[in-house]
């Protein structure tokens, strides 16, 4: 049975760093056997503009189905002022929670290539690798109440932080696992000194440790803290597990330690489904780049490691992906570089379509 990938561009850059993920998947089917059944679809701005919502249900229904699904980035100005149920965010929105992708990874590696073009000194970010496992459906994202009233004469803004236990309970249990097979060390990141939900936080994940993951060394920072120490010396992290928005912005910033925010894939994955794999979505972290789509300068580099994050979490290709990682290193290593890969002593960069042509190019020859 062929293997079956929704792929959803979605807006901005996302057609263009998707179309080189497109020619690096036929290249792992023509040249490596792996038969990928292949479906697209609308999200975000492109998909309100065809079917008046962010993504339409029969879209859902095939996310649903497959098993996985890659994203490219979704939103734009074009849409800034719609309705906030309409906006393209609240498509990919729809998608994580309606498929209970609880635990999104976020790694952020440092190729050695690209260590002078971090914002920190060299000596602080080469060899980094660390891993932030962001819960993903919950928390002040999805908490009621929320909204925008009137109270007295005045507008009120709300949102809600909120967690279960059994919600905590198990994206602990992704970041130990994903701990034993890294350097088996997680740091939980919250905000207990202000928060109750924070408190809970801490002592659910202390709890799971104790009970199941003993052998994982468990250590807890203040979520602002934890900032700090990720600017300040990222190499001590392996594993870092915090909350939905906490996530968001530590792996932005975590993102900026590796050079470019066009270097960063993720996967999002939530519990088996029938046939053993766990539900996916893999999407790069960065976003749509309205500043500069449709130039042919986007970094196709976080798209592609996405797919590379596919092939190891959901196809159980983990050899392919450790090929299509060590190409893309590779080619860095050469001195191949998008326009946001140029470091202070400038250069000429290559196209996002010349980008393409170079992994392609190296996997020939790696293979
Ligand atoms: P962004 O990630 O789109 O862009 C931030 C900066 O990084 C820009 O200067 C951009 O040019 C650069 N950049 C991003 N990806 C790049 C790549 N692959 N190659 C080269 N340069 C790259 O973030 P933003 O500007 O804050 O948001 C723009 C839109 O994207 C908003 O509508 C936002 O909601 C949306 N967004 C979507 C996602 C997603 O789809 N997962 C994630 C973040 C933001
Ligand atoms: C991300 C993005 C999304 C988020 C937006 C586009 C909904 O910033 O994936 O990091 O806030 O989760
Ligand atoms: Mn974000």
């Not at 004469?153 to 890294?182: C, D, Q």
Request: charged share 25%.
């Amino acid at each position: 049975m062929p293997n079956t990938l929704l792929i959803l561009p979605g807006d901005g850059i996302g057609p263009e760093v998707m179309a080189e993920v497109r020619r690096v998947i036929d290249w792992f089917g023509a040249k490596r056997g792996l038969d990928f059944d292949v479906s697209e679809d609308l999200v975000g701005g492109c998909a309100y503009d065809a079917h008046g919502a962010p993504l339409s249900d029969a879209a859902m229904e095939k996310a649903q189905a497959v098993d996985a699904v890659l994203l490219g980035a979704v939103g734009g100005p074009k849409w800034d002022n719609l309705d906030f149920k309409d906006k393209p965010e609240r498509g990919l929105l729809r998608l994580r929670k309606e498929m209970d992708l609880f635990a999104n990874l976020r790694p952020a590696q440092c190729f050695d290539a690209l260590a002078d073009f971090s914002s920190l000194k060299r000596d602080l970010v080469s060899g980094l690798d660390m891993m932030i496992v962001r819960e993903l459906t919950s928390g002040v994202y999805f908490g009621e109440p929320r909204g925008v009233s009137k109270e007295g004469n005045e507008r009120v803004g709300i949102n809600t932080h909120r967690y279960t236990e059994s919600e905590i309970a198990r994206v602990a249990r992704s970041a130990f696992e994903l701990a034993r097979k890294r350097q088996n060390r997680v740091c939980s990141m919250e905000k207990r000194n202000v928060m109750e939900a924070g408190i809970l936080w801490h002592d659910v994940v202390q709890e799971v440790h104790d009970s199941e993951y003993p052998d994982v060394e468990l250590t807890h920072m203040l979520a602002d803290a934890g900032g700090m120490q990720i600017v300040r010396a990222p190499k001590q992290f392996d594993v870092i597990l915090t909350d939905n928005l906490f996530g968001d912005m530590l792996s932005d910033v975590a993102a900026m330690l590796t050079g470019s925010l066009g270097m960063l894939p993720s996967a999002s994955l939530g519990a088996p489904m029938e046939n053993g794999r766990p539900k996916a979505l893999y999407e790069p972290v960065h976003g749509s780049a309205p500043d500069i789509a449709g130039q042919g300068k986007a970094n196709p580099i976080a798209c592609i490691l996405s797919f590379a994050m596919a092939l190891r979490y959901s196809f159980d290709e983990g050899a392919n992906a450790d090929l299509l990682e060590g190409v893309v290193q590779k080619v860095l290593g050469d001195g191949v570089r998008t326009g946001d890969l140029m470091g202070p002593e400038g250069g000429t960069p290559v196209s996002t379509s010349e980008m393409g042509d170079a992994i392609l190019a190296a996997l020939d020859a790696a293979a």
